[in-house]
């Protein structure tokens, strides 16, 4: 089945670092969704993009659909401790369910 | 305000027992879904529904089932026969399902543990 392989696993930044994860597949998307989830939370759609070279900004986030559609990735820049937490990269293919990534857990060292 | 609510946040039942999870959604979104997700782990789909009166399985639907009798509500039953219930249960919906580019939008999710 298809798969998205999404990295890296964890990350440990000081607070004010730029973070970057990302996240392929071997099979081409026609979305590619980012969420973040709080612990004992539901996942929160950070940002939507829908179609290749897309580049879309929701404040210090920074996502790009990748031109080839099968790679994607997220940027948190001058990260703050409210950045912890786990984010999930999640692609459609054409006429077919969402797919997710296993997660990014982001740390924020004091 | 418009969501979804997954009802109880945390449920403790006895082993051996049926256990419905409660998902509504005022979105007025055509597709639902259940995943459920282990400690340090992904989202594995149970359940989806497209429409009304209609749903299909996804990846890890053995030991669950589920209805869609009405299009804001779609509940997860948990019966005896799933050998390792105790997890994190998320209810989704998104507005059209397969048919397109699609998001999906999670409610808070329902613990549940298994004694």
């Known amino acids: 089945g298809q798969q998205l392989n999404q990295s890296p696993q964890s990350m440990f930044i000081q607070e004010g670092e730029d973070v970057s994860m990302n996240c392929t597949s071997s099979?081409?998307?026609?979305?590619w969704l980012w969420y973040k989830q709080d612990p004992g939370e539901g996942p929160v759609l950070l940002i939507a993009l829908y179609k290749a070279g897309e580049l879309t900004s929701n404040g210090r986030l920074t996502a790009q659909f990748g031109i080839t559609r099968k790679d994607s990735f997220l940027n948190i820049s001058a990260s703050i401790p409210s950045d912890v937490g786990i984010y999930f990269c999640a692609g459609q293919p054409r006429d077919d369910k969402i797919i997710f990534g296993k997660g990014t857990r982001l740390h924020i060292l004091p | 305000d418009g969501g979804i609510t997954q009802s109880p946040k945390y449920l403790f039942r006895k082993e051996g027992q049926n256990v419905t999870l409660s998902c509504e959604q005022n979105?007025?979104?055509?597709?639902m879904y259940w995943y459920r997700q282990d400690p340090g782990q992904g989202l594995r789909l149970i359940y989806y529904?497209?429409?009304?009166?209609?749903?299909q399985k996804g990846d890890i639907a053995e030991g669950y089932s589920v209805s869609r009798e009405k299009k804001e509500s779609f509940p997860l039953t948990v019966t005896s026969a799933q050998k390792n219930p105790t997890a994190f249960y998320l209810c989704?919906?998104?507005?059209?399902?397969?048919?397109?580019?699609?998001?999906?939008?999670f409610g808070p999710g329902t613990r549940l543990t298994v004694l």
């Open positions: 099979s081409i998307f026609n979305t």
């Open positions: 989704a919906s998104s507005r059209q399902g397969l048919a397109g580019a699609d998001t999906q939008y």
């Open positions: 529904s497209q429409i009304v009166n209609d749903f």
């Open positions: 979105l007025n979104h055509d597709a």
